[in-house]
């Protein structure tokens, strides 16, 4: 087999691995979220279409660098990733994890900020915004723009910073779990984690709910430094809000009678949506302090 398909192979094997990987956690978080707030993303099916579509387009997308970096890795030995577990201290394997998480951290950061650019978020970033309020499945509901910024991010790490595979499959797996929590409407972690001194330094889905809500805020993913050392850190949201809006979308949903209830639910939500990205583009002064 040539080279070349053998890497359009690998990227695609890369693309449906990530597509399936979304698919299964946002799956799983939307489950959890329906057995502990039942009714919570009432009448934002339609919203929900369309985070799926944008995630799995942007699954292609993650898919190409990190399928051309994996046959790199296993064919010519590019990366500084190793399989032996003992070529680094053991002690270097959490070590490597946390430096993975503050680098694609930094990266998120700034990117993010710069996609808070008015000119820039309507064409890259207002897609991920669009989502008012966000469910478990918008953790990739992204622009192709911003997530060919999010996909090289972990592909163009692993050629500066030495980590073994699996302490790799754990970044990932992090990854994953954060972008889906941060955006399925309610706080699945203890309390010590997003309210007590530990919190002020790590991101759960109460900071990144504030983000959605004042968008100029809150820019970062795992932790909080740079939003506090730059000044754009805003405290944590709270979901009463949300869950208030989520109880009257149900409310009329139900109102509807019971001959066209979902037309009515729909037809509410549609309503309610509109409204809401409206005010979503009237608050979308992106970011002030860039
Ligand atoms: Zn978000
Ligand atoms: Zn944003």
């Given at each position: 087999?040539?080279?070349?398909?053998a890497?359009?192979?690998s990227?695609l094997?890369?693309s449906?691995?990530?597509?399936?990987?979304y698919?299964?956690?946002?799956?799983?978080f939307?489950?959890?979220?329906?057995?502990k707030?039942?009714r919570?993303?009432?009448?934002?099916?339609?919203q929900i279409?369309r985070?799926?579509?944008?995630?799995?387009?942007s699954?292609?997308?993650?898919g190409?660098?990190?399928?051309?970096?994996a046959?790199?890795w296993?064919?010519r030995g590019?990366t500084?990733i190793?399989?032996?577990v003992?070529?680094?201290?053991?002690?270097?394997?959490?070590?490597?994890?946390?430096?993975?998480?503050?680098?694609?951290d930094t990266w998120f950061?700034?990117?993010?900020?710069w996609?808070?650019r008015?000119?820039?978020?309507?064409?890259?970033?207002a897609?991920?915004?669009a989502?008012?309020?966000?469910?478990?499945?918008?953790a990739?509901?992204?622009h192709p723009?911003?997530?060919?910024?999010?996909?090289?991010?972990i592909?163009l790490l692993?050629f500066?910073?030495?980590?073994?595979?699996?302490?790799?499959?754990?970044?990932l797996?992090v990854m994953?779990?954060?972008?889906v929590t941060n955006?399925?409407?309610?706080e699945?972690?203890?309390?010590?984690?997003?309210?007590?001194?530990v919190g002020r330094w790590?991101?759960?889905?109460s900071?990144?709910?504030?983000?959605?809500?004042?968008?100029g805020c809150?820019?970062g993913?795992?932790?909080?430094?740079?939003d506090r050392?730059?000044g754009?850190?805003d405290?944590?949201?709270?979901?009463?809000?949300?869950?208030?809006?989520?109880?009257r979308?149900?409310?009329a949903g139900?109102a509807?009678?019971?001959?066209?209830?979902?037309?009515?639910?729909?037809?509410?939500?549609?309503r309610?949506?509109?409204?809401?990205?409206?005010?979503g583009?009237?608050?979308?002064v992106?970011?002030?302090?860039?």
């Amino acid at each position: 087999m040539s080279a070349t398909i053998a890497i359009l192979l690998s990227a695609l094997a890369m693309s449906v691995i990530v597509g399936v990987r979304y698919l299964a956690a946002s799956a799983g978080f939307a489950l959890a979220t329906r057995l502990k707030h039942p009714r919570l993303y009432a009448g934002l099916d339609p919203q929900i279409r369309r985070e799926i579509l944008w995630s799995l387009a942007s699954a292609g997308i993650y898919g190409v660098p990190a399928g051309i970096i994996a046959w790199g890795w296993q064919n010519r030995g590019w990366t500084r990733i190793y399989s032996d577990v003992h070529a680094w201290p053991l002690w270097y394997l959490p070590v490597s994890v946390l430096l993975y998480l503050i680098a694609h951290d930094t990266w998120f950061y700034w990117t993010h900020r710069w996609m808070h650019r008015p000119r820039v978020f309507k064409l890259a970033h207002a897609v991920h915004h669009a989502s008012r309020p966000p469910t478990a499945w918008a953790a990739m509901a992204f622009h192709p723009i911003e997530a060919v910024t999010g996909a090289v991010a972990i592909p163009l790490l692993v050629f500066v910073i030495p980590i073994h595979v699996a302490a790799l499959g754990v970044v990932l797996t992090v990854m994953t779990i954060m972008g889906v929590t941060n955006h399925m409407g309610w706080e699945m972690f203890p309390k010590f984690m997003w309210g007590g001194r530990v919190g002020r330094w790590l991101i759960t889905a109460s900071h990144h709910q504030r983000h959605h809500e004042r968008y100029g805020c809150n820019y970062g993913l795992y932790f909080r430094f740079w939003d506090r050392l730059c000044g754009t850190d805003d405290g944590l949201g709270d979901f009463v809000r949300d869950h208030a809006k989520a109880a009257r979308r149900d409310g009329a949903g139900a109102a509807g009678g019971a001959a066209d209830r979902r037309g009515a639910g729909r037809l509410a939500a549609g309503r309610d949506r509109s409204s809401a990205l409206v005010q979503g583009d009237a608050a979308a002064v992106p970011d002030r302090r860039s």
